[in-house]
């Protein structure tokens, strides 16, 4: 099984797109895959429901950090590293799907209980957010 079904797995398994995403690179990067279930929890259904940046993507950045982050005063070149492979991220997802926002993406807003709702009844937590958790994977795959 690849990373992204893995993720995809992890996703219809229970845990929310940003859980999945993170989950699936952290352990080959030194993190317990328990630890990035914790870190990502609250990151689910655009940042802890609000409808914003969807989880797919900050899992993915947070992938990114994980393997290239600055963790050290003065490592400035880890740090544009990091922005540079963020950004080259951001624009590929975009150019995927349009959007980089969980509200955009389902076009639901996600931020309330009426639009989750709404998302959950067409359908959209089984169908796009899996395709969605996906493409964050096969990006990060591709920049890593």
């Not at 951001?90 to 969980?102: E, I, K, M, P, V």
Request: hydrophobic share 40%; charged share 25%; glycine share 14%.
């Amino acid at each position: 099984m690849g990373r992204a079904d893995e993720a995809v797995a992890r996703f219809r398994g229970e845990f929310n797109c940003a859980q999945a995403v993170f989950s699936t690179f952290a352990p080959e990067l030194g993190l317990a895959r328990e630890v990035a279930l914790w870190v990502a929890g609250a990151f689910g259904g655009g940042m802890g429901r609000s409808g914003a940046t969807c989880g797919a993507v900050t899992g993915a950045l947070m992938a990114i950090g994980l393997k290239y982050g600055k963790c050290r005063p003065g490592d400035d070149a880890a740090r544009e590293r990091t922005y540079a492979l963020a950004g080259d991220f951001l624009r590929r997802f975009q150019a995927r799907r349009g959007s980089t926002l969980c509200r955009e993406l389902l076009g639901y807003d996600t931020g309330t209980p009426a639009g989750r709702q709404a998302a959950r009844e067409a359908g959209l937590y089984e169908t796009l957010c899996p395709q969605l958790v996906r493409d964050a994977v096969e990006i990060v795959e591709a920049l890593l």
